[in-house]
């Protein structure tokens, strides 16, 4: 079936860390880039990285050098390795795949890093 199943997060202090994963089914994977958004309460969702079939990336400034994003096509999985995570980094995160004629999204997973 065609679907992105997030996992990973979960509540973590200031300065910790989270990996989030990205299940795809295969036809999604196929897709050219991938990438990540986020949302939090209020706010409109916001790209925080993407990822090309390459390993070319690319980060929103608000977390470069914080966070890594790397695809593993054979388990046909994204991750996005969370480091130094800042309170402002509270949202749900979404795995996103646009593929022609359909933009997927997954169900998102909720991050919250306080304390």
């Known amino acids: 079936q065609a679907q992105l199943v997030e996992s990973g997060g979960g509540l973590v202090q200031p300065g910790g860390s989270l990996r989030l994963s990205c299940a795809a089914s295969?036809?999604?994977?196929?897709?050219?880039?991938m990438g990540w958004f986020r949302q939090a309460p209020g706010k409109q969702r916001e790209l925080v990285a993407t990822?090309?079939?390459?390993?070319?990336?690319i980060y929103a400034s608000s977390v470069k050098g914080r966070f890594t994003i790397s695809r593993d096509n054979a388990k046909n999985t994204v991750y996005l390795q969370m480091n130094s995570l800042k309170p402002e980094d509270t949202a749900v995160y979404y795995c996103?795949?646009?593929?022609?004629?359909?933009?997927?999204w997954g169900q998102g997973t909720q991050v919250t890093v306080s304390s």
């Open positions: 996103y795949a646009p593929l022609p004629g359909y933009n997927y």
């Open positions: 990822i090309t079939g390459g390993g070319v990336t």
């Open positions: 295969r036809s999604i994977s196929s897709a050219y880039v």
